[in-house]
């Protein structure tokens, strides 16, 4: 009997034990799922001169709430040792709750010869990546700008948008991927003054402001010009000395405002550059995504578009 009266209490024992590994499983279940800090560089190396850009996010295994995400940061170290810190805030639409990735990086303005790092990091979770920024000849020999003249198709009330390129290299040929050819987009205005309720108007303009026609469904989608995809990307070829223009109507950008144009707008472009030896003696460089802006004064009323 006292046999089965010790056996019968380890058994209670091992079920309370069972029980209470039970409730700390659930337990552990309903903690807040952790975020995990996401970092991709495409590129060891970036042009001076060249706007740098790469990917930062987030992802978790688990569905994560917005009330409950404390915001991950992105470090930036430039070459001197100064840093600057950015979160990562929970994206305004779309859903987060897995996760989410974005474009982030530095303006070709705000780069400098020498060696970057890029650091994540989620609670005491970080990733981190480098890049060095090196000066490129054929980048500093690649000229573009915007111009903005009245008048456009006849109608004097809108305003002729010319963007211009020229390959000044004396060795390298530049291959100009079409604006509007990838799926981000690729010039854009915004009121630069006027009345305070037009001034966060910004659009970019449509592909067939530049000759393309709109993707079709389930067409593939690029974000850079690239070897492998030039053959698929709309692009003109720029010899040593060659130039090209694309001219457009400011109107067909426009969609925020009614029965005129603001005082003036600002125009601003990403152009996706590839560089290559001259006549094909080498590999293709790049690819490269490189800035272009400018601020006009405006007159006018818009009229009928």
């Known amino acids: 009997m006292r046999r089965y009266r010790d056996r019968l209490t380890a058994l209670v024992a091992a079920a309370i034990a069972s029980l209470a590994g039970v409730g700390e499983a659930a337990q552990d279940t309903d903690a807040a799922p952790q975020p995990r800090p996401v970092l991709e560089i495409p590129k060891a190396t970036y042009a001076l001169g060249e706007k740098v850009f790469y990917w930062v996010g987030v992802k978790s295994d688990a569905p994560m709430s917005r009330e409950a995400y404390e915001p991950c940061e992105e470090t930036v170290v430039g070459p001197g040792g100064d840093s600057t810190s950015r979160p990562l805030e929970w994206p305004l639409d779309g859903f987060g709750d897995y996760g989410w990735r974005g474009g982030s990086g530095l303006a070709a303005h705000e780069t400098i010869v020498g060696t970057y790092q890029v650091r994540v990091t989620c609670a005491d ?4 990546g480098g890049f060095e920024v090196e000066p490129f000849a054929p980048v500093d020999d690649f000229g573009a700008d915007f111009a903005v003249s009245d008048g456009c198709n006849g109608r004097q009330t809108d305003h002729r948008v010319s963007l211009s390129v020229r390959n000044y290299s004396a060795d390298h040929d530049a291959y100009v991927a079409t604006p509007g050819s990838l799926s981000s987009p690729m010039v854009w205005f915004s009121t630069a003054s006027g009345p305070p309720e037009r001034a966060s108007c910004h659009s970019s303009f449509p592909e ?43 109107s067909q950008g426009v ?49 009928e578009v």
């Open 125 to 128: 979770e970080t990733v981190t």
């Open 208 to 250: 067939t402001a530049f000759g393309l026609e709109p993707p079709r469904v389930g067409s593939p989608l690029y974000f850079d010009l690239t070897p492998e995809n030039l053959e698929s990307v709309p692009h003109v070829v720029l010899t040593p000395g060659q130039g090209h223009q694309w001219s457009f109507c400011l």
């Open 255 to 303: 969609s925020c405002f009614d029965d005129s144009f603001p005082d003036s707008v600002a125009l601003g472009a990403v152009l996706h550059v590839l560089f290559r030896p001259a006549a094909g003696a080498g590999d293709y460089l790049g690819p490269m995504r490189i800035p272009v802006s400018g601020e006009f004064s405006l007159r006018g009323e818009r009229g």
